[in-house]
């Protein structure tokens, strides 16, 4: 999957879970123009990294949240990820970094499979 499009279908996601209702809502929280939010969502422009932080900013995740396609989150196995990620995202980001974290070192312990 190329990376516009994680990255336009995780932000959609997000704000479905969130209080954010709308495109300006969005950009005004992250400090860039509607029209930017616009086109990342419909794919027609590159981003760079400082908007992708002002975004996970105010989506309140992490950048890698951002960048991660929804499929390796679906590779945990039979799981619905969205109530998951929707109690993710609630975290402060320090706990997220700690979710993160353990994740991370699961993902190693068992070679790279949850088991």
């Known amino acids: 999957m190329e990376v516009r499009t994680v990255l336009a279908t ?4 997000l704000m479905k879970h969130t209080e954010i209702q709308s495109q300006a809502q969005l950009a005004s929280m992250a400090g860039i123009s509607q029209a930017q939010v616009g ?23 992490e950048v890698w949240v951002l960048l991660t396609p929804v499929s390796f989150l679906e590779d945990l196995g039979n799981l619905d ?15 997220q970094d700690a979710v993160w974290t353990i994740v991370h070192e ?9 088991k």
């Open 81 to 95: 990820p969205l109530p998951i990620l929707s109690r993710y995202m609630r975290l402060g980001l320090s706990a």
């Open 10 to 13: 995780n932000i959609r996601t």
């Open 39 to 61: 086109n990342i969502l419909h794919q027609k422009t590159g981003v760079s990294i400082d908007v992708i932080h002002r975004l996970a900013s105010a989506l309140d995740v």
């Open 106 to 114: 699961l993902y190693e312990a068992t070679g790279g499979y949850f």
